[in-house]
């Protein structure tokens, strides 16, 4: 089974509104990473967490991180239209080497 | 700089017959990746090169499906006797180095089996 899981799969808001995503995974990891697709085709790298980190900002990115609940959000600010994609959670196990990825959410901005 | 490229961005292809799907990784980056996507799903993982290591296989899903790395750079992905359930977009990631974890995403093949 999938490693990380997304929650919602599918998030419809209006422009302006923030969108809140959420990431649970099943074992120990290192990091976590989240990423954008447009399109059904290649992965945009947005944000990295390390496991012994609690929060992260870029931009209007936010990412939290709770290990002990082994959960991760990403919440986006101000939300805009350009910003309807699905959105991915990844993690790397504490053993080298592929990262597992969940089944995203897709996220609808309304203009 | 040149970004990771996948040839060729589609194929269709008649069930039973061979197909290749080329990934060109990030000149340097030692770390290569395939993924599957079906349509609306997310990505799963089916091989992974790191450097000269043998690579990680463990997610092809059947030995119709093998891939090869030459030289450290470009791979191949070859599936056999294609099956109309082969249909996907198959995508290909490049790292830097072993332990680091952003990968670098080609735009992918999206594969259709008549």
């Known amino acids: 089974s999938q490693q990380g899981e997304e929650d919602p799969q599918a998030l419809s808001i209006q422009e302006g509104e923030n969108a809140t995503m959420n990431c649970s995974y099943k074992t120990s990891i290192n990091n976590l990473q989240w990423y954008r697709q447009n399109s059904g085709r290649g992965l945009v790298h947005l944000i990295l967490?390390?496991?012994?980190?609690r929060e992260k900002h870029s931009g209007r990115l936010r990412v939290t991180l709770d290990t002990s609940k082994k959960s991760s959000s990403l919440l986006i600010t101000a939300s805009r239209a350009a910003d309807t994609a699905s959105y991915f959670c990844a993690t790397d196990g504490t053993n080298a080497g592929k990262s597992t990825f969940g089944d995203g959410t897709t996220l609808t901005v309304k203009p | 700089g040149a970004g990771v490229s996948q040839s060729p961005s589609n194929k269709v292809t008649e069930k039973g017959k061979d197909v290749e799907l080329r990934c060109d990784p990030i000149s340097g980056h030692t770390a290569l990746y395939w993924y599957r996507q079906s349509l609306g799903q997310g990505l799963e993982f089916l091989i992974y090169f790191q450097g000269n290591s043998a690579p990680d296989k463990s997610g092809l899903p059947s030995d119709r499906f093998s891939a090869e790395r030459t030289g450290g750079s470009v791979s191949t992905l070859t599936i056999q006797r294609t099956q109309q359930e082969d249909s996907a977009v198959y995508l290909c990631?490049?790292?830097?180095?072993?332990?680091?974890?952003?990968?670098?995403f080609g735009p992918g093949t999206r594969l259709t089996v008549t």
């Open positions: 967490i390390r496991s012994n980190e």
């Open positions: 990631a490049s790292t830097p180095s072993q332990g680091v974890s952003e990968q670098y």
